[in-house]
C-alpha cells in the first residue's frame, strides 16, 4: 500500500519560490505521481506529474515554466519546486500516486486517484 505525505507549503509574496515535498512509502517503482491543487471553492486540479522510473513529466500549462516536478530514488521522495509564484497559486496542494503517468492528461482524472497525501496549504500574497 503507497502512503503519501507532503510538507513544504507556506506563505510567500508574489515572485517567491517554495518546493514542495512528497515522501512515498510502500511500492512506489511503478507508479506515476502527480501534484494537484484546490483553491476554496474550485474543484481539485492537475498540476504536474513524474513517471517513478524514466522520468517522463507532465505539466498544466498554467505551470509550465514555472514549476518542476522531480524525484529523489533514494528518498523516495517527490518535489514540485514552484518558482515565480502568483496569487493565483493560492491553494492547498495535494500529492498522488496512479500506475499510469498518462491518466494525468485526463481532465476529470482528479475524481479517480486513489492515492492521496494530506495536503498542504500554498498562499501567495500579493
Same mark, same amino acid.
Given at each position: 500500500?503507497?502512503? *503519501?505525505?507532503?510538507?513544504?507549503?507556506? *506563505?510567500?509574496?508574489?515572485?517567491?519560490?517554495?518546493? *514542495?515535498?512528497?515522501?512515498?512509502? @510502500?511500492? !512506489?517503482?511503478?507508479? #506515476?505521481?502527480?501534484?494537484?491543487?484546490? #483553491?476554496?471553492?474550485? $474543484?481539485? $486540479?492537475?498540476?504536474?506529474?513524474?513517471?517513478?522510473? @524514466?522520468?517522463? !513529466?507532465?505539466? !498544466? =500549462?498554467?505551470?509550465?515554466?514555472?514549476?518542476?516536478?522531480?524525484?529523489?530514488?533514494?528518498?523516495? %521522495? &517527490?518535489?514540485?519546486?514552484?518558482?515565480? *509564484?502568483?496569487? $493565483?497559486? %493560492?491553494?492547498?496542494?495535494?500529492?498522488?500516486? =496512479?500506475?499510469?503517468? %498518462?491518466?494525468?492528461? =485526463?481532465?476529470?482524472?482528479?475524481?479517480? &486517484?486513489?492515492?492521496?497525501?494530506? @495536503?498542504?496549504?500554498?498562499?501567495?500574497?500579493?
Amino acid at each position: 500500500q503507497v502512503k *503519501l505525505v507532503e510538507s513544504g507549503g507556506g *506563505l510567500v509574496q508574489a515572485g517567491g519560490s517554495l518546493r *514542495l515535498s512528497c515522501a512515498a512509502s @510502500g511500492p !512506489t517503482f511503478t507508479y #506515476a505521481m502527480g501534484w494537484f491543487r484546490q #483553491a476554496p471553492g474550485k $474543484e481539485r $486540479e492537475f498540476v504536474a506529474a513524474i513517471r517513478w522510473s @524514466g522520468g517522463n !513529466t507532465y505539466y !498544466t =500549462d498554467s505551470v509550465k515554466g514555472r514549476f518542476t516536478i522531480s524525484r529523489d530514488h533514494a528518498k523516495n %521522495t &517527490v518535489y514540485l519546486q514552484m518558482n515565480s *509564484l502568483k496569487p $493565483e497559486d %493560492t491553494a492547498v496542494y495535494y500529492c498522488a500516486a =496512479d500506475p499510469s503517468l %498518462t491518466r494525468y492528461r =485526463d481532465p476529470t482524472f482528479a475524481g479517480a &486517484v486513489d492515492i492521496w497525501g494530506q @495536503g498542504t496549504q500554498v498562499t501567495v500574497s500579493s
